[in-house]
């Protein structure tokens, strides 16, 4: 059984940071990118980063550039996102997926963890 699970999330100030953790079990998605999605109230799922088996690719929103960061430890088979800046418009639940293929999302999504940004 493959589980995605999400942790890390959590109400912060403006300007603070978070580091979100998804820790993958029952396979390795060798060979395939990995990403972070979020749902804010009212609104789509959207698109936050992805990364590539490697790591040597990563891909952002326009609206985190240069604030988030995306790695990934394939010894540990978990994908990290680094959330730096933030901001109350980043209050979200954020979510894990893969396999994601030209940012677009694959079968795969965690359970979701909340982050809240109070200004």
């Known amino acids: 059984q493959v589980q995605l699970v999400e942790s890390g999330g959590g109400l912060v100030q403006a300007g603070g940071s978070l580091r979100l953790s998804c820790a993958v079990s029952?396979?390795?998605?060798?060979?395939?990118?990995m990403g972070w999605y979020r749902q804010a109230p009212g609104k789509e799922r959207e698109f936050v980063a992805s990364i590539s088996w490697s790591g040597g690719g990563t891909y952002y929103a326009d609206s985190v550039k240069g604030r988030f960061t995306i790695s990934r430890d394939i010894a540990k088979n978990t994908v990290y996102l680094q959330m730096n800046t933030l901001k109350p418009e980043n209050t979200a639940i954020y979510y894990c997926n893969a396999p994601v293929v030209l940012r677009r999302p694959g079968h795969y999504w965690g359970q979701g963890t909340q982050v809240t940004v109070s200004s």
């Open positions: 029952g396979r390795t998605f060798s060979g395939y990118d």
